[in-house]
């Protein structure tokens, strides 16, 4: 298996684990203060990570810890515009699917802002996204609450995290302010990610530390609290991004990010076997045509791939 059949396949993984994320999460923030929970959450995750990237850290040199700070920073930011959305939003599903357009966004600004070639089945794959998007989780129309205008918010600056994230963990050529040309040498997924999410911690930390109040919040916490913080840590924090940086270091193309937007199609799912949250025929249709987009997105390596099997089946077989 190639590289960017791997990085596929480990990214379908990652909307798993981040499905999971959305339930832990949603338990955890109806019990303590949204902010609170991220910073706990991403501070515990990146504390496990950081301990097993020791032996690498002191190899890293200063632009390599400063790029890799710089995505955690952008990824902070994102995750405090996510929270906000689930803790005043009315429907899971709805804002998945909204934060979901980040990855839709992530070919668009590759393309505008770093100049990154992206093949046509991408840019026929977008408006089927969005469509199917519409359809999901805008039924009823727009309506500009609270929940759905953090979602929005956290899908364009995801879409610029999953950039950076990508062009961090992939060595590149620049050009320099002076003309010069420079190698930026890639930022290996464990350290990467383990100074990311600590910085997602402090940057989430100091928010809640401004705007929620802890003592009363935590006066008496329920015993499930601790299950809900812990697993969200280690399982749908440490894990899912930790091999989201790896799968993305595979491929130096952002174009298979779009794989992605299958997380809220997961979540929609779980959170009806979770939550008791319903679908109605127009969001499965709109289910549809992601799975079509994501079909046009990758057509090229399905071709590929499915050319491959009927070679194999065709070939005679020696005795």
Request: hydrophobic share 55%.
């Amino acid at each position: 298996m190639s590289d960017a059949h791997k990085s596929d396949v480990l990214l379908v993984i990652v909307t798993l684990l981040a499905a999971v994320g959305w339930m832990l999460s949603k338990e955890a923030v109806l019990m303590m203060p949204p902010l609170l929970f991220m910073a706990i959450r991403f501070l515990i995750g990146g504390a496990v990570l950081m301990l097993l990237a020791l032996p690498t850290l002191s190899r890293l040199s200063s632009d390599q810890i400063r790029r890799s700070v710089g995505v955690g920073a952008v990824f902070g930011i994102a995750m405090t515009c996510w929270i906000m959305g689930l803790f005043h939003g009315d429907s899971m599903g709805e804002g998945a699917f909204l934060t979901s357009l980040g990855v839709v966004i992530v070919p668009v600004l590759a393309r505008l802002v770093f100049g990154e070639a992206q093949p046509m089945s991408t840019w026929l794959a977008i408006p089927i996204a969005v469509s199917g998007l519409a359809l999901l989780s805008l039924e009823n129309g727009f309506r500009p609450d609270p929940g759905q205008l953090y979602f929005v918010m956290a899908a364009f600056i995801f879409a610029l995290y999953f950039t950076l994230n990508t062009r961090t963990a992939n060595q590149r050529t620049v050009v320099n302010k002076h003309g010069e040309t420079v190698e930026k040498k890639k930022v290996p997924a464990l350290p990467l990610t383990a100074m990311a999410l600590l910085t997602v911690g402090v940057v989430t930390l100091a928010e809640s530390a401004i705007a929620e109040p802890w003592a009363s919040s935590l006066a008496n916490p329920q015993p499930m609290l601790y299950v809900w913080v812990l697993a969200s840590a280690i399982i749908a924090t440490a894990g899912r991004f930790l091999l989201q940086t790896y799968a993305q270091s595979l491929s130096a193309h952002s174009h298979g990010v779009v794989i992605l937007i299958l997380e809220p199609v997961w979540v929609a799912l779980f959170a009806a076997g979770w939550f008791g949250e319903t679908m109605t025929l127009l969001q499965v249709a709109g289910c549809g045509l992601i799975f079509a987009a994501l079909l046009v997105n990758r057509w090229n390596a399905l071709s590929r791939a499915i050319k491959g099997l009927m070679k194999v089946k065709n070939t005679p077989q020696s005795s």
